[in-house]
T-cell receptor
Framework: DSGVTQTPKHLITATGQRVTLRCSPRSGDLSVYWYQQSLDQGLQFLIQYYNGEERAKGNILERFSAQQFPDLHSELNLSSLELGDSALYFC???????????FGSGTRLTVV | DQQVKQNSPSLSVQEGRISILNCDYT??????FLWYKKYPAEGPTFLIS?????DKNEDGRFTVFLNKSAKHLSLHIVPSQPGDSAVYFCAASASQAGTALIFGKGTTLSVSS
């Protein structure tokens, strides 16, 4: 157990739907990062939050949004889902902007 | 445009031999590099890192070499063990700009006994 908890582990949904992925960071970590891993792709950085505020944005689609709550857990919202959104979504956390990223085990999203 | 490239999707090595995984980067602002290991159904776990002020960092069986002029780094595993079979991701960051880690596509290492 890495200390980063992601729920659900698996999610199957239809095109056009909206889903919410949840991440609880490791205790004491203020930064949360979201990454997407599609087939044959590396880990694509989506977005970072630090202590409740958006810190950096990567290749995140406009249909996707995220937030970090006062208790530091984070949610990634994916809407108007397309088949191409099927992927593994990883959350990672770290203390401040350190490079000691700890990853969760991921949420596998399948859009049918 | 891929800023971090791992051009070998897979590598097969015999137990006890050396495994060499390669990574190239294009962004000259990158100054911190890491390797992560990933087993199936698990998230990536940190393996070893190197700052741009160094050209080598060693941790047990794992050594990372950095060639800044060539924008190239490599991970050496000696001796390789079957438990090392996993996907290895190279990652880089421009610490001055406070960027998040940028990952390569990964190399799948298979170590046979």
């Amino acid at each position: 157990d890495s200390g980063v908890t992601q729920t659900p582990k698996h999610l199957i949904t239809a095109t056009g739907q909206r889903v919410t992925l949840r991440c609880s960071p490791r205790s004491g970590d203020l930064s949360v990062y979201w990454y997407q891993q599609s087939l044959d792709q590396g880990l694509q950085f989506l977005i970072q939050y630090y202590n409740g505020e958006e810190r950096a944005k990567g290749n995140i689609l406009e249909r996707f949004s995220a937030q970090q709550f006062p208790d530091l857990h984070s949610e990634l919202n994916l809407s108007s889902l397309e088949l191409g959104d099927s992927a593994l979504y990883f959350c990672a956390s770290s203390v401040a902007d350190s490079y000691g990223y700890t990853f969760g085990s991921g949420t596998r999203l399948t859009v049918v | 445009d891929q800023q971090v490239k791992q051009n070998s999707p897979s590598l097969s090595v015999q137990e006890g031999r050396i495994s060499i995984l390669n990574c190239d980067y294009t962004n000259s602002m990158f100054d911190y590099f890491l390797w992560y290991k990933k087993y199936p159904a698990e998230g990536p776990t940190f393996l070893i890192s190197i700052s741009s002020i160094k050209d080598k960092n060693e941790d047990g069986r794992f050594t990372v070499f950095l060639n800044k002029s060539a924008k190239h780094l490599s991970l050496h595993i000696v001796p390789s063990q079957p438990g090392d079979s996993a996907v290895y991701f190279c990652a880089a960051s421009a610490s001055q700009a406070g960027t998040a880690l940028i990952f390569g596509k990964g190399t799948t290492l298979s170590v046979s006994s």
